[in-house]
């Protein structure tokens, strides 16, 4: 295997796997997993493996049940609720840090590690104690784990500013925040679009461990209820549901938008 | 910047640091101990962690999980990303399939259903961590493997047949600084999320006893353990990852 990696000049032939070969490879992928799937559900009880008729049948009470949609609904908004605040508390940090220099080093020297170093799981327990079982626990935790995301991305982006670009609106302008809008702003776009996506990917990962130990509503909150009540297969419905949702909000949302943003504000564009 | 406003900017960065400790004493002061204890209680507790046999148990159970799983999280990511590579056909499988999966899969996921699948024990817990990682190892890898400069495995080629050879000697150096990049987003993942596998079926671990802390409301102790994370985190990078890295970067 070491051998075919480090070939040189494999490149041609690697190509020579065509699309057709790459689904159908695919397709008996997914084939030999459902199979595996169904068979060893038959041999296990249903809370250790649903079957995947049992899992279909949790995903249809899902979707059509008030209660279960409300705890989506709650956990969209915990995630909505917590990306706005740490990216907003982020930026201002990271502008506070660039802008006023005095302050850098207590932002990025003592904040910022402070906060990377911090572990999701202390947060969650200390926000309990702090504002007991309640969405403000789940909001908090999610954004003091993100916040550090944020800063340092969007230090990254400022201090990739193209310098002679800014001494030029300078010599144009005194204005300091036309220069900014017309200038910096822009600039920092991709890198926004960059956070947010990445913000995105972790907010799902922190929020569920948040709602289960924390909160009172929500996907976190009901697959510890579905815990406790064995009822695996409305957990494996809520995993599914979340792999499904965050690759497809990957996809379809934050790359292109990412993309786009750098197209149109990157230093590519210019 | 001259070097006097450095300094200046520095000594007020200590400054906030010593400020927030003393707002830190002074809030504990009016505060319940469940809600708030004070920095010196925390810092006792937080020496126990290192030295009171009881404590230290679960530090150590939690260092030696968080490597143990580290590292296998590495060989495993790596080699998926190396089978990809090696098979295009299984691209879409693996990096279609595979990866968006482990990578969107709920950590707290993986940490019911193991507590369903298997007794629980260190083996469990490792199961959640290494599931955790796999994809953030499998990613930088794959992304290293295509970034290697082909130039340079050309010109091994022209020296030696030996394929073997040939990935020790220049395939592997090439590779070593995405395979530390992993190491490094691994290792800081494993301390901030993947422990959420000792809150579930678990009895040791620094989860499990910040989780057991929280719940007789010993607020001290999550909060020593809490800064306990921190510091095996951050000597983790001065000690391990950061001298590897400048091994490496010498070359």
Known sequence: ?270 | MNPLKRSGATWLADGVTLGALVVWWLAARSLPEFVLPGPVAVAERLAALFIDPDFLVHTLASTVRVLISVLLALAIGSMLALIQRAWPALDWVLRGGVQPFLNSFPSIGWAILAAIWFTPGHGSIIFVEVAILIPFCMINVGEGLRQIDRESLEMATSFTRRRIRIAWLVGLPLLAPWLLGALRISYGVAWKIALVAELLGSTSGLGYLMLRAQGSADMTTVIAACFAIIALFVAGERLLLDPLARRFAAR
């Not at chain 1, 990216?87 to 207590?106: D, E, I, R, T």
């Open chain 1, 1 to 270: 295997m070491t051998g075919a990696v480090f070939r040189a000049g494999a490149t041609s032939r690697d190509i020579g796997a065509t699309t057709r070969a790459k689904a159908l490879v695919a397709f008996a992928f997914v084939a030999a997993i459902g199979i595996a799937w169904s068979v060893a559900s038959d041999r296990v009880p249903p809370y250790i493996l649903p079957s995947p008729r049992d899992v279909a049948r949790a995903a249809a009470a899902f979707f059509t049940t008030g209660r279960q949609l409300a705890h989506l609904g709650s956990t969209l908004a915990h995630i909505g609720a917590s990306i706005a605040i740490s990216f907003v508390l982020g930026a201002l940090l990271a502008l506070a840090a660039h802008y006023a220099s005095w302050s850098a080093p207590a932002i990025h020297r003592r904040l910022s590690p402070f906060l990377n170093a911090f572990s999701g799981i202390g947060w969650t327990l200390l926000a309990v104690i702090w504002f007991g079982v309640s969405s403000a626990t789940v909001v908090f935790t999610i954004s003091v784990v993100l916040l550090p995301f944020a800063l340092i991305n969007l230090r990254e982006g400022l201090e990739t500013q193209d310098r002679e670009l800014a001494e030029m609106g300078r010599s144009f302008g005194r204005d300091g925040w036309r220069n900014f809008a017309a200038i910096v702003a822009p600039a920092l776009l991709p890198f926004a679009a960059a956070t947010l996506r990445i913000m995105f990917g972790v907010a799902w990962k922190v929020a569920l461990t948040a709602e289960l130990f924390g909160g009172s509503r929500g996907l976190g909150y009901m697959i510890n209820i579905a815990r406790q009540d064995y009822d695996t297969a409305t957990i494996f419905t809520v995993i599914l549901f979340i792999i499904v949702a965050v690759y497809l909000a990957d996809r379809l949302l934050f790359a292109p938008l990412e993309r786009h943003t750098s197209r149109h504000f990157g230093r590519a564009a210019r």
